[in-house]
Protein backbone atom coordinates (compact mmCIF):
# COMPACT_ATOMS: atom_id res chain seq x y z
CA UNK A 1 0.00 0.00 0.00
CA UNK A 2 0.74 3.62 -0.88
CA UNK A 3 2.57 5.35 2.64
CA UNK A 4 0.22 5.81 4.97
CA UNK A 5 -2.99 4.16 2.96
CA UNK A 6 -1.40 0.35 4.34
CA UNK A 7 -3.91 -0.74 7.24
CA UNK A 8 -1.70 -1.70 9.65
CA UNK A 9 0.00 2.34 9.18
CA UNK A 10 -3.90 3.34 9.99
CA UNK A 11 -4.02 1.07 13.26
CA UNK A 12 -6.79 -0.81 11.89
CA UNK A 13 -5.21 -4.08 11.45
CA UNK A 14 -3.81 -7.08 12.54
CA UNK A 15 -2.05 -10.11 11.26
CA UNK A 16 -2.72 -13.68 12.92
CA UNK A 17 -0.41 -16.76 13.19
CA UNK A 18 -0.22 -19.30 14.97
CA UNK A 19 2.45 -21.50 16.59
CA UNK A 20 2.08 -24.40 14.45
CA UNK A 21 3.30 -22.10 11.92
CA UNK A 22 6.01 -21.21 14.44
CA UNK A 23 4.30 -17.61 14.04
CA UNK A 24 5.11 -17.20 10.15
CA UNK A 25 2.42 -15.16 8.72
CA UNK A 26 1.79 -16.63 5.04
CA UNK A 27 -1.28 -18.76 3.25
CA UNK A 28 -1.03 -21.63 5.04
CA UNK A 29 -2.94 -19.69 8.01
CA UNK A 30 -6.31 -20.74 5.83
CA UNK A 31 -5.59 -24.24 6.82
CA UNK A 32 -5.68 -24.00 10.12
CA UNK A 33 -8.40 -24.13 13.11
CA UNK A 34 -7.63 -20.75 14.39
CA UNK A 35 -8.53 -19.05 10.46
CA UNK A 36 -11.54 -21.44 10.70
CA UNK A 37 -12.54 -19.98 14.37
CA UNK A 38 -12.06 -16.08 12.76
CA UNK A 39 -14.35 -16.86 10.21
CA UNK A 40 -16.91 -18.02 12.29
CA UNK A 41 -16.48 -16.18 15.36
CA UNK A 42 -14.40 -12.41 14.32
CA UNK A 43 -17.59 -10.35 13.21
CA UNK A 44 -18.79 -10.75 17.44
CA UNK A 45 -15.67 -8.97 18.43
CA UNK A 46 -15.58 -6.07 15.40
CA UNK A 47 -13.25 -7.88 12.82
CA UNK A 48 -13.19 -8.96 9.07
CA UNK A 49 -11.27 -10.51 6.82
CA UNK A 50 -9.87 -7.70 4.98
CA UNK A 51 -8.71 -9.92 1.59
CA UNK A 52 -10.91 -13.07 1.07
CA UNK A 53 -10.20 -15.57 -1.70
CA UNK A 54 -11.21 -13.98 -4.83
CA UNK A 55 -11.69 -10.26 -3.93
CA UNK A 56 -10.87 -7.93 -6.70
CA UNK A 57 -8.47 -5.56 -4.68
CA UNK A 58 -5.49 -7.41 -3.44
CA UNK A 59 -4.06 -10.91 -2.93
CA UNK A 60 -6.06 -13.37 -0.78
CA UNK A 61 -4.44 -12.58 2.81
CA UNK A 62 -6.59 -15.16 5.37
CA UNK A 63 -4.36 -14.05 8.36
CA UNK A 64 -5.16 -10.09 7.66
CA UNK A 65 -8.49 -9.37 9.62
CA UNK A 66 -9.21 -5.06 9.75
CA UNK A 67 -10.78 -3.77 12.86
CA UNK A 68 -14.20 -2.38 11.92
CA UNK A 69 -16.57 -2.35 14.93
CA UNK A 70 -18.80 -4.90 16.20
CA UNK A 71 -22.15 -3.38 14.53
CA UNK A 72 -20.63 -2.78 11.22
CA UNK A 73 -18.88 -6.66 11.16
CA UNK A 74 -22.12 -8.27 11.85
CA UNK A 75 -23.97 -6.17 9.72
CA UNK A 76 -21.36 -7.73 6.71
CA UNK A 77 -21.58 -11.10 8.28
CA UNK A 78 -25.09 -10.89 7.69
CA UNK A 79 -25.02 -10.04 4.33
CA UNK A 80 -22.21 -12.28 3.50
CA UNK A 81 -20.20 -9.13 2.27
CA UNK A 82 -16.45 -8.20 2.86
CA UNK A 83 -15.65 -4.30 4.07
CA UNK A 84 -13.90 -3.48 0.36
CA UNK A 85 -17.29 -4.75 -1.14
CA UNK A 86 -19.35 -1.78 0.04
CA UNK A 87 -19.20 1.61 -0.85
CA UNK A 88 -17.52 4.54 1.04
CA UNK A 89 -20.94 6.21 1.57
CA UNK A 90 -22.77 2.94 3.44
CA UNK A 91 -19.32 2.32 5.23
CA UNK A 92 -19.93 6.11 6.52
CA UNK A 93 -23.30 5.62 8.36
CA UNK A 94 -21.33 3.76 11.05
CA UNK A 95 -18.38 6.52 11.86
CA UNK A 96 -18.78 7.63 15.20
CA UNK A 97 -19.93 11.27 15.18
CA UNK A 98 -17.52 12.80 17.76
CA UNK A 99 -18.57 16.61 17.38
CA UNK A 100 -22.16 16.27 18.45
Known sequence: ADQGYS??????AVDFSTSELNGAIDERFADTEAY???LENAHEYGFT???PEGN???VFEPWHWRFVGIELAEDLE???AHFYDWEQRTINEYLVDIFE
Open 49 to 51: LSY
Open 36 to 38: EWL
Open 78 to 80: RDD
Open 7 to 12: EHQLGT
Open 56 to 58: EFY
